[in-house]
């Protein structure tokens, strides 16, 4: 059974940092791509960042671009979101996400993505 769970949410001020982390268990990790997606309150999910199952790849959302980073450790099952110079508007339930794929690939399209975890929040006050 696939299990994917979100931590390191919480309540931060403007400008902030948080690094939220993803466990993950019952699958191949290192054969997996992974991505981070966000949904606010009353808005769509929206994709925030990928990355390739050898970590060699990565892609962000205009959003976060250069704010948010994507990193992985296969030997420890883990993919994480350093999230620096945070904004009200980066409200959100952060989820992560696993595909099963080719090394160099990743995915922007929540559909694409086979396993899901329940999400951790983050809150950035203003």
């Known amino acids: 059974q696939v299990r994917l769970v979100e931590s390191g949410g919480g309540l931060v001020q403007a400008g902030g940092s948080l690094r939220l982390s993803c466990g993950a268990s019952?699958?191949?990790?290192?054969?997996?791509?992974m991505g981070w997606f966000r949904q606010a309150s009353g808005k769509e999910r929206e994709f925030v960042a990928a990355i390739s199952w050898s970590g060699g790849n990565k892609f962000y959302a205009n959003a976060v671009m250069g704010r948010f980073t994507i990193s992985r450790d296969n030997a420890l099952n883990m993919v994480y979101l350093q999230m620096n110079s945070l904004k009200p508007e980066d409200t959100a339930v952060y989820h992560c996400?696993?595909?099963?794929?080719?090394?160099?690939?990743?995915?922007?399209?929540?559909?694409?993505?086979?396993?899901w975890g329940q999400g951790t929040q983050a809150t950035v006050s203003s």
């Open positions: 019952g699958l191949t990790f290192s054969r997996n791509a």
């Open positions: 996400a696993s595909k099963y794929s080719s090394p160099d690939y990743y995915y922007r399209q929540a559909h694409e993505y086979d396993f």
